[in-house]
């Protein structure tokens, strides 16, 4: 499976891998993917979108994908710690404003980078995506609480028959799922790099305070084109919080997705795709 990141630039130090799919006069739209993904779970969307007639921008966070993954455990990779790699990006792109389409933990990256800079925010789609203190889940907090050393240095077999079991459980369509893109993922996340950088750059930083902290500002993004996307069996981020977040951003849009699990894009590209487009064309 061939990836959609093919190019490499420097921000604040590190290496980013970013892709940029369309015509070069399209409006901008960026996806922002989330844990334990990567841009990758883009790839039947980004086709629909250039279709339309967007430029896309698409890439892999901090730690994640086909980006560096620093040793250096003082670099921060939580959702705060990821806005000014989406900064630097939008700075190398040259774009002074965006259409941003955030999915999982991009969301909560989304989230403040659209407080804190909302000229910048020319619509806001949020999918299934983390909000006030929806997250870790259960089983993830327990182990974080358990310490993760023990995980850190399980077994390479046991290590991938866990997180499986976790991906699997992040869609709706699980043949389909498991027939494609499942193994891919997993193997960003496995292995002698990728087991130590899941929970380096990911799980440790699955802490709410970076949304929890912004909670009672996001009525401020009634001012903006807001829409959320949710699956209808998401059970990461259960449909619960999209009527959440839908209460706290006043004339937000919302759609469920039927037969939808967490990760939509792998389980509805299309659908979702179609909402995209409709939504964008309206506020383009």
Not at 26 to 52: C, D, F, K, M, Y
């Amino acid at each position: 499976m061939q990836p959609l990141v093919t190019e490499n630039v420097l921000i604040r130090g590190t290496r980013i891998a970013y892709g940029i799919y369309g015509e070069p006069t399209g409006e901008p739209v960026v996806l922002l993917h989330g844990t334990p993904s990567s841009s990758l779970i883009w790839r039947n969307v980004v086709p629909q979108l250039t279709s339309a007639h967007y430029r896309v921008h698409v890439f892999d966070w901090l730690g994640y994908g086909l980006s560096e993954r620093p040793w250096d455990p003082s670099i921060d990779t939580s959702i705060s710690g990821q806005v000014p790699i989406l900064e630097g990006l939008l700075a190398h792109w040259g774009l002074e404003s965006a259409h941003v389409v955030a999915h999982d933990i991009g969301g909560g990256i989304a989230q403040r980078f659209a407080i804190f800079s909302p000229q910048r925010i020319r619509s806001l789609t949020l999918v299934d995506v983390v909000s006030f203190d929806s997250y870790p889940s259960a089983r993830t907090k327990k182990q974080m609480e358990d310490g993760l050393e023990t995980l850190i240095r399980a077994p390479d077999a046991r290590h991938r028959e866990h997180y499986r079991d976790w991906l699997r459980s992040a869609v709706h369509k699980r043949e389909q799922f498991e027939s494609s893109s499942l193994d891919v993922f997993l193997g960003y996340i496995s292995g002698p790099v990728g087991q130590a950088s899941l929970y380096q750059h990911q799980v440790r930083f699955y802490d709410p305070k970076h949304t929890l902290e912004i909670a009672d500002r996001l009525g401020e993004l009634g001012k903006l084109p807001v829409k959320l996307i949710w699956g209808a069996n998401d059970g990461w981020q259960v449909p619960d919080w999209a009527l959440k977040l839908h209460e706290a951003i006043p004339g937000s849009e919302l759609e469920f997705i039927e037969d939808c699990g967490h990760f939509s894009p792998e389980d509805q590209p299309e659908k979702l795709a179609k909402s995209l487009v409709t939504f964008l064309k309206g506020h383009s």
